[in-house]
């Protein structure tokens, strides 16, 4: 999937939406919220992480079910304030990654240490 660059949350929802139709998922996904939130991508991760609260971003009548796409992303810099356990009565993630299994196959004598702190920033 190709993300549009825009600040327009409006024009980003557009392809997922899609995607969603495509997948036969078109009346299921109608009462999903799509949200976005600030972010900075980080060259040496390859990774785009969150610069702000996006828990706090959610309104709790809405903070039912949460479901996150790659939410080691989301954790990494955990902001203050509630947990997503704590906000929303259940919360599922998909990863797609397994950084633990990539670290401990880097060559060099580093890598058992990186997948203690890994480990430990993803808990």
Known sequence: ???ARTDRASVR???PRKW???ANLGEEQRGMNIRFYRATH????GSVFPTQD???LIPNEDAD???LEEPEHL???KMTGLSWKEKFRYVVGIMHTNYLSYVLHEPGPGSVIKEFVLSQINR
């Open 1 to 3: 999937m190709t993300w």
């Open 13 to 15: 929802a557009r392809l």
């Open 20 to 22: 969603l139709d495509r």
């Open 42 to 45: 980080v060259k040496s991760f």
């Open 54 to 56: 996006i828990v706090s």
């Open 65 to 67: 079910i949460c479901i």
């Open 75 to 77: 954790n990494w810099y």
